[in-house]
């Protein structure tokens, strides 16, 4: 009889630090490739400065969004 036991998954913060390591250097391959992805990423630096709330706000409807959608 053959062990049908699943291999182990990667641990969920190895997994995260991953996908996070991953978006930073898209972002950054982005930049260099095309040098207008760079003026706008600048541009909404600037912007946050003035629009910090809209941020907060979205982040807030995130948080509910996958707090209440939960099944419990």
Not at 44 to 49: F, G, I, Q, S, Y
Not at 50 to 64: E, I, P, Q, R, S
Request: charged share 20%.
């Amino acid at each position: 009889m053959r062990n049908v036991t699943p291999p182990e998954s990667r641990p969920p913060r190895v997994f995260r630090a991953l996908t996070l390591t991953a978006a930073v250097v898209a972002v950054g391959l982005l930049c260099l490739l095309f040098p207008r992805v760079l003026a706008f990423v600048e541009l909404a630096a600037r912007e946050l400065r003035y629009l910090w709330w809209l941020v907060l706000l979205a982040a807030v409807g995130v948080y509910f969004f996958f707090f209440f959608g939960r099944k419990k």
